[in-house]
C-alpha cells in the first residue's frame, strides 16, 4: 500500500501545511503546495513535474486502519530551490525529454 508523506510544508513558501490543513495541493509525486501558491503563481500545476494539482485528502487521526495515529505524517520540509517566481507551463510536459 502506498502510503502519503503528507510532507508539512508548501513547497514554493515554506508555510505550513499540517496533515489536517485543507490549504494543501499535491501533484501525483506528491510535491505539495499551499491555496496560494497553488491558485496563484503555479495556476494549477507542478512547476517540478507539470503534473496538475489537486487538493490533498485529509488523513482522518484514527479509524480502521489505524490513521495518522499509525502512519503518522512526514516532518521533512521540502523547499524548491529559488522558490515559485514563474507559472509553470503544462504543454512542456508533452516534449520534455
Ligand atoms: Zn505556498
Ligand atoms: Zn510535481
Known amino acids: 500500500m502506498a502510503i502519503l508523506e503528507l510532507r508539512p510544508n508548501c513547497e514554493c513558501c515554506d508555510r505550513d501545511l499540517p496533515p489536517d490543513s485543507r490549504e494543501a495541493y499535491i501533484c501525483t509525486f506528491e ?50 530551490a529559488g522558490g515559485c517566481n514563474a507559472t509553470p507551463d503544462p504543454s512542456l510536459a508533452d516534449t520534455a525529454a
Request: aromatic residues 4%.
Open 31 to 80: 510535491c505539495t503546495f499551499c491555496h496560494d501558491c497553488t491558485t496563484g503563481v503555479l495556476d494549477g500545476h507542478c512547476p517540478n513535474c507539470l503534473g496538475n494539482l489537486t487538493p490533498r485528502p485529509v488523513r482522518p487521526l484514527a479509524g480502521p486502519v489505524g490513521g495518522l495515529a499509525k502512519y503518522p505524517a512526514s516532518t521533512k520540509r521540502v523547499l524548491r
